[in-house]
C-alpha cells in the first residue's frame, strides 16, 4: 500500500500556517511525480542544435521521496504487472486477432502488450511469425512523445528481455487463451 507522506505533510502544514497550506506537488494513485525537462533536438538542424523551448517529462520515483518506503508497482498500474527493468513494466499481454483466419481460427494472430516506459503508456504488438522466429521486432508501436524509438531500442539490443516477452506472452497463453488448444502459443501445433 502506498504511504501517507503526503497526507500527513500537508496536515502539519495546516497546522503550521494555516488551513490554505498545501504541499506542491503532483500525486497518481499514491505516488508522487517528478518532473524533468529536456530540449528536443531541431527537426532540421545540425546534430547537437536543440530547440529552445523546454520540453517536461514525468519521472516516476521507486521510493516516496519523504520516507523512503518503496512503491507497490502492482498497486499502481494493476495486479499483472512485471518489472521487466528499470522504468520498464509490462501491464498487460491479450491475444489480439487482426487477421483473423477463417479456415484456422485457433491459432493466435497478435499479441497486444502494454508497457510503462518512464511513466509513458506503450502499446505494442508482437505476431506469431515474430515468436516462431524467436524474435521481438514490434510490427506496431504506438507511444505518446519522443520515446518510441528508445522504447524499440531496448528489444533490439537485449536478448534477456525478448526473453522474458516470450515468457508473458506464453503464460498468457497458457492461462487464458491456450486451454484445450491445439497449438502453442506461437501458433505451432502441438506435437
Same mark, same amino acid.
Given at each position: 500500500?502506498?504511504?501517507?507522506?503526503?497526507?500527513? #505533510?500537508?496536515?502539519?502544514?495546516?497546522?503550521?500556517?494555516?488551513? %490554505?497550506? %498545501?504541499?506542491?506537488?503532483?500525486?497518481?494513485?499514491?505516488?508522487?511525480?517528478?518532473?524533468?525537462?529536456?530540449?528536443?533536438?531541431?527537426?532540421?538542424?545540425?546534430?547537437?542544435?536543440?530547440?529552445?523551448?523546454?520540453?517536461?517529462?514525468?519521472?516516476?520515483?521507486?521510493?516516496?521521496? #519523504?520516507?523512503?518506503?518503496?512503491?507497490?508497482?502492482?498497486?499502481?498500474?494493476?495486479?499483472? %504487472?512485471?518489472?521487466?527493468?528499470?522504468?520498464?513494466?509490462?501491464?498487460?499481454?491479450?491475444?489480439?486477432?487482426?487477421?483473423?483466419?477463417?479456415?484456422?481460427?485457433?491459432?493466435?494472430? %497478435?499479441?497486444?502488450?502494454?508497457?510503462?516506459?518512464?511513466?509513458?503508456?506503450? $502499446?505494442?504488438?508482437? $505476431?506469431?511469425?515474430?515468436?516462431?522466429?524467436?524474435?521481438?521486432?514490434?510490427?506496431?508501436?504506438?507511444?505518446?512523445?519522443?520515446?518510441?524509438?528508445?522504447?524499440?531500442?531496448?528489444?533490439?539490443?537485449?536478448?534477456?528481455?525478448?526473453?522474458?516477452?516470450?515468457?508473458?506472452?506464453?503464460?498468457?497463453?497458457?492461462?487464458?487463451?491456450?486451454?484445450?488448444?491445439?497449438?502453442?502459443?506461437?501458433?505451432?501445433?502441438?506435437?
Amino acid at each position: 500500500m502506498a504511504c501517507d507522506c503526503i497526507k500527513n #505533510f500537508d496536515k502539519l502544514l495546516k497546522e503550521k500556517f494555516n488551513e %490554505t497550506a %498545501t504541499v506542491n506537488c503532483e500525486v497518481l494513485s499514491g505516488r508522487v511525480i517528478v518532473n524533468g525537462i529536456y530540449h528536443k533536438p531541431k527537426y532540421k538542424g545540425k546534430p547537437g542544435e536543440y530547440q529552445q523551448k523546454w520540453e517536461e517529462v514525468a519521472l516516476w520515483p521507486k521510493y516516496c521521496p #519523504f520516507c523512503g518506503k518503496p512503491y507497490d508497482i502492482k498497486e499502481i498500474y494493476g495486479p499483472d %504487472t512485471v518489472e521487466l527493468k528499470e522504468n520498464l513494466y509490462c501491464t498487460h499481454v491479450e491475444l489480439n486477432n487482426w487477421d483473423y483466419d477463417e479456415e484456422d481460427q485457433k491459432r493466435p494472430i %497478435t499479441y497486444e502488450l502494454s508497457f510503462r516506459y518512464y511513466g509513458v503508456e506503450v $502499446s505494442a504488438y508482437i $505476431s506469431i511469425i515474430r515468436l516462431k522466429k524467436h524474435e521481438v521486432d514490434f510490427s506496431m508501436v504506438e507511444c505518446d512523445g519522443d520515446l518510441m524509438e528508445s522504447f524499440e531500442n531496448l528489444f533490439r539490443d537485449s536478448g534477456e528481455l525478448c526473453e522474458k516477452i516470450f515468457e508473458l506472452c506464453k503464460k498468457h497463453w497458457d492461462e487464458v487463451e491456450g486451454k484445450e488448444s491445439e497449438y502453442n502459443y506461437d501458433g505451432t501445433r502441438q506435437p
